[in-house]
């Protein structure tokens, strides 16, 4: 708490000497003088100020789908997903829920590893973009043989009411090991 208050008095004070240390000499506000008081502001790196943006949540969202596609957790993917989901895979096939419940039914390698490293999330209205890229390792035979693949990806989640859901997926191999 006392933290929390420290930072926002800084904050003012921040800003209070930025009205008067920001402007040109034509009075004309300073583009690049915007940036400290938008990175001190920024509370998503920080997770004691208990502020969480709708960014956030799609950050969490992201991790819990990738969490329980590596447990094979059914129930919390269909909890996810929209019933109008559909993905481009990265051999270029086009599938919608009912062909992704399919290919999940079926005895899959088991996943090793899956990182995901989100790099930009864009919010427009109710619909958020997320791109970035992933790592994932499957076992491939009972002597610890594995196969690793880096993929980009673009998720696109819906807002329907106060419920985010993965819409549309992309993913493109960029390498195998």
């Keep these: 708490m006392k933290r929390n208050i420290l930072i926002f008095i800084f904050l003012i004070l921040a800003a209070t000497s930025f009205k008067y240390r920001s402007k040109t000499q ?8 915007r940036v400290l008081i938008e990175q001190i502001a920024d509370s998503s790196h920080d997770p004691d100020l208990g502020i969480k943006t709708e960014k956030d949540e799609i950050r969490s969202l992201e991790n819990q789908e990738r969490e329980a596609f590596i447990k094979k957790d059914t129930a919390k993917l269909s909890s996810l997903w929209s019933a109008a989901l559909v993905v481009t895979n990265p051999d270029n096939s ?4 009912s062909d992704i419940k399919i290919d999940f039914s079926k005895n899959r390698k088991p996943m090793v ?5 989100i790099e930009k999330i864009t919010i427009n209205d109710n619909v958020a973009v997320v791109m970035g890229h992933e790592t994932t390792t499957v076992s491939l035979d009972s002597d610890y043989q594995e196969k690793g693949v880096t993929r980009r990806f673009t998720n696109i989640w819906m807002k329907n009411g106060s419920d ?3 819409a549309a997926r992309r993913a493109t191999n960029i390498s195998e090991k």
């Design 26 to 33: 034509a009075g004309i506000l300073n583009p690049d003088s």
């Design 94 to 97: 086009v599938e919608t829920l």
């Design 113 to 117: 590893s899956f990182d995901r490293i």
């Design 164 to 166: 985010w859901k993965l």
